[in-house]
C-alpha cells in the first residue's frame, strides 16, 4: 500500500531583509527567489516546491511586511503578505537571530488563527553567543505562542531538516498540488526578470532600486541561443545615467550577469538586450503598478 500523500501551503514571512528569501531557495534547494542585501527585495507572492516521498511542501515567499513608508508600491507589498496568510496551513515567522524590533512585533497580531505558527530564528551562524538564543526567545514567546521555535541559517543551510519536520506536522492530507518535480509556480520569463532586478539591487547605490521594474519585451528560443529583450523602467530621467554608469559600464556588468544567470535557469545560452525606459512616477500609481505585472 502507498502512503497517503499530505500536501498544503507554507507563508514565509517577517520584516524586511531577514532572509525569508534566503531560506525558501534554501529549503527547495534551487534560486527562484532574488536575495540582495537590501530592504524590499522581493515584492511578489513566489511559490517554490518541495516534494519529499509522500510529503509535498508549497511554500510562499512574500514581501518584507513594512509600516514605514506609505505609498502604492508598499501598500501593495502589504497587500500580498496579508492574502498570502489568509490561505494557509502552516506560518513560518522569520526572524534575525538576538534583533526583535517594532517591524517584527507588528507582524504578531496578523498572523491568522488556525495554521500552525512555526518561528525560524535566521541567521544564527552571525551569533557570537549561542546562550543569547534561550532569553530572546523566551522574550518572543511571551508575546506570541508559537507552536514550534526553529533556529536556522539560510545561508549555510544549517537546521532545515528540523525547520521541515516542524513545517510537515501542520501539512493536512491531500493531494499534490505540482508535478513531483516542480520547483515554482512562475514561469521562467518571471524568473529572469527577477534576476535583471537582483543585480540592479546589488549593484546600484540606494535610492534607484526602489524606483525600478524590469519588464521582458521578447523572448524568443527559436535559434540556438534564446534571445530575450528587457526593459527596466525607472521613474526619472535623472535614473538613467545612474543606471547605465561611466560609458554604460554599470548596465553592461548588470547585463552581463544576468545573462550569465538566466543562462544556468535555462540551461541554454542567451542572448539578453536590456533597455531603460523612463515611466514617470509609475510605482506611485496603482494602474501602473497592474500594468507592470503587480499585484
Ligand atoms: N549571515 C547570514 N546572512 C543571511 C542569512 N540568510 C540571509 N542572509 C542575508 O540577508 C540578506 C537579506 O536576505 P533576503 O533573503 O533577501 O531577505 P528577505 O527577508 O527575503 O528580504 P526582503 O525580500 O527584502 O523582505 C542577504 O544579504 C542575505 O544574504 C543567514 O542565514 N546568515
Ligand atoms: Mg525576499
Not at 537546521?159 to 493531494?175: F, H, M, T
Not at 496603482?286 to 505585472?293: A, C, I, M, T, V
Amino acid at each position: 500500500m502507498t502512503e497517503p500523500t499530505r500536501c498544503g501551503l507554507v507563508a514565509i514571512v517577517g520584516r524586511p531583509n531577514v532572509g525569508k528569501s534566503t531560506l525558501l531557495n534554501a529549503l527547495i534547494g534551487s534560486k527562484i527567489s532574488i536575495v540582495s542585501r537590501k530592504a524590499q527585495t522581493t515584492r511578489h507572492r513566489i511559490h517554490g516546491v518541495l516534494t519529499q516521498d509522500a510529503t509535498q511542501f508549497v511554500f510562499v515567499d512574500t514581501p518584507g511586511f513594512q509600516t514605514r513608508h506609505g505609498g502604492a508600491m508598499n501598500r501593495m507589498m502589504n497587500r500580498v503578505v496579508t492574502q498570502a496568510l489568509g490561505e494557509v496551513d502552516v506560518v513560518v515567522m522569520v526572524v534575525e537571530a538576538g534583533k526583535w524590533s517594532p517591524g517584527d512585533a507588528q507582524l504578531l497580531p496578523l498572523l491568522p488563527q488556525g495554521p500552525r505558527h512555526i518561528l525560524a530564528i535566521n541567521k544564527t551562524d552571525l551569533l557570537k553567543d549561542r546562550n543569547a538564543l534561550f532569553p530572546y526567545v523566551e522574550r518572543i514567546a511571551a508575546q506570541h505562542a508559537f507552536d514550534a521555535v526553529v533556529p536556522v541559517s539560510a545561508a549555510r543551510n544549517r537546521q532545515l531538516e528540523p525547520l521541515l519536520a516542524e513545517i510537515a506536522q501542520g501539512l493536512p492530507a491531500g493531494e499534490f498540488m505540482f508535478e513531483e518535480d516542480a520547483l515554482t509556480d512562475r514561469p521562467v520569463r518571471f524568473l529572469a526578470a527577477e534576476l535583471i532586478r537582483e543585480k540592479i539591487f546589488r549593484l546600484v547605490g540606494d535610492e534607484l532600486p526602489y524606483g525600478c521594474t524590469v519588464v521582458i519585451e521578447a523572448w524568443d528560443e527559436q535559434g540556438p541561443q534564446v534571445r530575450i529583450n528587457a526593459c527596466v523602467v525607472v521613474e526619472r530621467d535623472s535614473h538613467r545615467p545612474i543606471l547605465l554608469g561611466a560609458g554604460g559600464q554599470h548596465m553592461k556588468r548588470i547585463a552581463t550577469e544576468a545573462r550569465q544567470e538566466i543562462a544556468q535557469l535555462l540551461d541554454r545560452p542567451v542572448h539578453l538586450e536590456v533597455y531603460i525606459k523612463v515611466r514617470k512616477g509609475w510605482s506611485e500609481r496603482e494602474s501602473s503598478l497592474r500594468d507592470l505585472g503587480y499585484e
